[in-house]
């Protein structure tokens, strides 16, 4: 269990919070700039927005221009008047309840300054970037507990606030609460507090699908953990006795993935409610719909018949300048799994059952914080996302997909930080892993300001 926080780590946190909370000031402020010079790409935010009427409601206007964008649409639509088209059920309902929440209470006062419209998007904006300053803390925490090295943990923290999914952050999107649920998971997991863990894995599946796949590290702490000790162990416990507790190990962990996974439920069960029984005039042939008579899901649905997601669908000529969009964080993503694989190959090919330690590998290499045992469960999550993100999604969205992915920010840090890396370069010189860290450095600056510039102004990519 890792320690408790001592002076210092908590005013590491201070730090961290401040500089979350300055990045996205500067994000806010470079999009409201670069709204007021350069014309939108697509025009229709205005006609869903109230029309000006005090100098209050011009200036919530003009953030709204620059934060209701793409999805956001989506999510101010449900806030606003709950799921009445077929397609809003691919966003899920626990952001747009937070915002109609907080509308109704702590912002109802400003109802009569900027209208009720405003006072929904200024909710979203809220609570998106305060669940950025909190995710980028506990991100701080989850490294501190898992990699065993504090400073790693700080420049991943730091990382983590200048991510190339910059603006998604701080606009009405679920990226920065889905983060701050995950990682908050994450951090009760590594403190042992699975039943917490597993009502929080819940919220996050109100929030994005994926929230599901991280109930996975139930199964390697609670499965997965014993029996990799039992391998290594030289005392082995009588063997019934073993096997009736990891039987006993294996039961809990999937009461706890069932309650991880009844936000997802709760939510298709509704959606098929609504959808098959109480909105029979918006969808004329329901009797077609596979969720309607089958096993199929909503969102399943929803995403495949609406937005053509599925399996290798991406693949067309038309889709090559989003590949391309995509390159930097999938070669991020590659090499920072090749770097961990090769540190200790036998590790990664048996769940961590045996190691290259043992027959005296380069403990060096092996001593370094991104490279150890703990990490393990992260990169096979990593790489199953990896895998989905560019097969099955839209994958010009991956900046964001893994902007929840704790890995991605460690092994930055990792590169940034100067830590000996299989993957930094072919020669493993000093010039290459010095271009490799300024590589590093500039795409999270510089794609995440670009994104900043594009998205307030509606331009491509969402």
Same mark, same amino acid.
């Given at each position: 269990m890792p320690a408790p926080p001592t002076g210092?780590?908590?005013?590491?946190?201070?730090?961290?919070?401040?500089?979350?909370?300055?990045?996205?000031?500067?994000?806010?402020?470079?999009?409201?700039?670069?709204?007021?010079?350069?014309?939108?790409?697509?025009?229709?935010?205005?006609?869903?927005?109230?029309?000006?009427?005090?100098?209050?409601?011009?200036?919530?206007?003009?953030?709204?221009?620059?934060?209701?964008?793409?999805? &956001?649409?989506?999510?101010k639509h449900i806030a606003e008047a709950g799921y009445v088209y077929e397609q809003e059920h691919a966003f899920f309902p626990l952001l747009p309840l937070v915002m109609r929440v907080f509308a109704r209470t702590a912002l109802a006062p400003l109802d009569g300054w900027i209208g009720p419209q405003l006072v929904l998007v200024l909710a979203g904006v809220l609570v998106s970037n305060a669940c950025f300053v909190l995710a980028s803390v506990t991100l701080y925490k989850l490294g501190c507990g898992t990699l065993r090295s504090e400073r790693l943990a700080y420049a991943a923290a730091l990382l983590f606030v200048l991510a190339p999914s910059n603006m998604f952050m701080?606009?009405?999107?679920?990226?920065?609460?889905?983060?701050?649920?995950?990682?908050? &998971?994450?951090?009760?997991?590594?403190?042992?507090?699975?039943?917490?863990?597993?009502?929080? *894995?819940?919220?996050?599946?109100?929030?994005?699908a994926n929230g599901v796949v991280y109930a996975g590290f139930f199964w390697w702490d609670l499965v997965v953990q014993p029996c990799i000790w039992r391998q290594r162990s030289?005392?082995?416990?009588?063997?019934?006795?073993?096997?009736?507790?990891?039987?006993?190990?294996?039961?809990?962990?999937?009461?706890?993935?069932?309650?991880?996974?009844?936000?997802?439920?709760?939510?298709?069960? *509704?959606?098929?409610?609504?959808?098959?029984?109480?909105?029979?005039?918006?969808?004329?042939?329901?009797?077609?719909?596979?969720?309607?008579?089958?096993?199929?899901?909503?969102?399943?649905?929803v995403q495949a018949h609406y937005w053509?997601?599925?399996?290798?669908?991406?693949?067309?000529p038309n889709q090559i300048p989003n590949f391309a969009l995509a390159v930097p964080m999938v070669v991020l993503a590659l090499c920072g799994i090749w770097a961990y694989v090769v540190s200790d190959?036998?590790?990664?090919?048996?769940?961590?059952?045996?190691?290259?330690?043992?027959?005296?590998?380069?403990?060096?290499?092996l001593g370094s914080a991104y490279l150890g045992d703990s990490l393990l469960p992260h990169m096979y999550l990593w790489v199953l996302l990896l895998f989905v993100a560019v097969t099955t999604m839209h994958v010009q969205v991956i900046t964001r997909f893994?902007?929840?992915?704790?890995?991605?920010?460690?092994?930055?840090?990792h590169v940034v930080c100067g830590s000996a890396?299989?993957?930094?370069?072919?020669?493993?010189?000093?010039?290459?892993?010095s271009w490799w860290r300024r590589a590093v450095v500039w795409y999270f600056v510089g794609y995440?300001?670009?994104?900043?510039? *594009?998205f307030s102004n509606f331009f491509p990519p969402a």
């Open positions: 210092s780590t908590r005013g590491r946190c201070w730090d961290v919070a401040k500089y979350a909370g300055m990045s996205r000031l500067a994000a806010l402020l470079l999009g409201y700039v670069s709204n007021a010079i350069v014309s939108d790409y697509d025009s229709s935010a205005s006609l869903s927005l109230p029309a000006q009427s005090s100098a209050a409601q011009g200036i919530a206007r003009r953030l709204a221009h620059v934060v209701v964008r793409w999805d &956001a649409f989506y999510f701080s606009a009405v999107y679920t990226e920065s609460l889905f983060a701050y649920l995950v990682f908050s &998971a994450l951090l009760l997991v590594t403190r042992r507090r699975y039943a917490w863990a597993a009502v929080v *894995l819940c919220a996050s599946t109100l929030c994005r030289s005392q082995k416990p009588a063997a019934l006795r073993w096997f009736v507790g990891l039987a006993a190990q294996a039961a809990r962990a999937t009461a706890l993935t069932a309650v991880a996974a009844l936000g997802f439920v709760a939510f298709q069960a *509704l959606g098929r409610r609504m959808l098959c029984h109480h909105q029979q005039a918006v969808i004329q042939n329901r009797d077609m719909r596979p969720y309607c008579s089958g096993a199929a899901t909503v969102y399943g649905f053509d997601v599925g399996f290798m669908r991406y693949y067309t190959p036998v590790r990664a090919a048996t769940l961590g059952m045996r190691s290259r330690k043992a027959a005296g590998a380069n403990g060096a290499q893994f902007s929840s992915v704790p890995a991605v920010f460690w092994y930055a840090a890396s299989a993957s930094a370069s072919a020669s493993g010189s000093d010039t290459g892993r995440g300001m670009a994104g900043v510039v *594009l």
